[in-house]
């Protein structure tokens, strides 16, 4: 199985040739990680000293943050928070909130909003989701088409390197917005994929749903209602060598935001949502946890994930078991594959 980045309430922690080591950034709330080479990259936030990416060249031994992050004033908006870092092209994207997306082509250090989707002219129907208004899926198709995921102002895609974005939402549900529930934008996308073996195909955790598109996102069929427990949740996860299979993680509803049923349980389709089976063989039972939308990964090994009660897990696609990896960590914020 791989080498993990685990983010946490109370900072970084690695999980490296089977061992668990951190934490890294303490009194930092560490949203996201990634590795560029030997360089670590974490999206952290501080209550004290706000939202910031920082950098570290040594293992985690000392740290740099980015200079001057944050929106031009005459946009009115303050950045709140970082969310989620992608790696692309030799260039780093960057999701924060409100519903921002920064790139950065110096390795972090400095950032440059993107002004379409800052400037969108949907924005006003855009509303903050209960972790925020936040950008955390970031997404690339094999042609260079980019996708990005906002709570909850839904998903959009752009076919010109960022210069403009469309929404592509339809037939994606809003159910708590009675008077309108298909909406252009305003949907609540928990977390959104690229199939990297098959780009038109995408999937969403929805607030209201599990969704697959086959046509890059212009129309979504909606897959939820054939076995799983609930419609709610937040990770989701793939195979990237069978683009059919895929695994999410049911939560009770909105209201309530802990493990359907009082157990971990992973559901999972071989046949692109047609159909799930319960795939919950070593997790944990009971556990009133939770899992949220950036702790999960995979790649073509395994699926991982962790919980807000401090447990990070892996299955191997061709095994028939999760193994707990590490246990007793702080909240699970996120788990990244050591790329």
Not at 88 to 102: N, Q, S, T
Request: some cysteine; charged content about 20%.
């Amino acid at each position: 199985m791989g080498d993990l980045l685990i983010g946490t309430k109370k900072g970084l922690f690695l999980q490296r040739s089977g061992e668990t080591s951190g934490p890294l950034l303490t009194g930092w709330e560490v949203f996201h990680a990634v590795n560029v080479g030997d360089t670590i990259l974490a999206a952290a936030n501080s209550a004290f000293f706000g939202p910031s990416v920082q950098r570290s060249a040594d293992g985690g031994e000392t740290w740099e943050r980015d200079e001057g992050l944050g929106l031009p004033e005459s946009s009115g908006l303050t950045l709140e928070r970082v969310w989620h870092l992608e790696p692309m092209d030799g260039r780093l994207l960057l999701g924060g909130a409100p519903g921002c997306l920064f790139e950065s082509t110096d390795g972090g250090v400095t950032w440059q909003v993107n002004e379409a989707l800052m400037t969108h002219p949907t924005r006003e129907r855009w509303h903050p989701g209960a972790g925020g208004m936040c950008t955390h899926s970031i997404q690339r198709g094999a042609d260079g088409t980019l996708y990005v995921a906002i709570s909850a102002a839904g998903a959009f895609r752009s076919d010109d390197h960022g210069a403009g974005w469309t929404p592509i939402n339809q037939d994606v549900a809003a159910d708590f917005l009675p008077d309108d529930p298909y909406p252009e934008v305003g949907q609540c996308v928990h977390k959104l994929l690229v199939h990297p073996a098959k780009p038109e195909r995408l999937w969403q955790q929805n607030h209201c749903g599990v969704y697959r598109s086959d046509d890059r996102g212009d129309t979504w069929e909606r897959l939820d209602k054939n076995g799983l427990p609930s419609d709610f949740g937040f990770p989701i996860m793939l195979d990237p060598s069978d683009p059919d299979s895929a695994w999410v993680l049911p939560e009770d509803g909105a209201g309530n935001r802990v493990v359907s049923g009082g157990r971990i349980a992973a559901w999972r389709t071989r046949d692109a949502g047609e159909t799930w089976s319960l795939d919950s063989n070593g997790l944990a039972d009971p556990a009133w946890t939770g899992i949220l939308r950036e702790a999960s990964s995979f790649d073509g090994e395994a699926v991982y994930f962790g919980t807000q009660s401090g447990s990070v897990y892996a299955r191997e696609h061709d095994g028939d078991h999760w193994t707990e990896l590490a246990a007793q960590l702080p909240p699970v914020y996120s788990v990244e594959v050591w790329r």
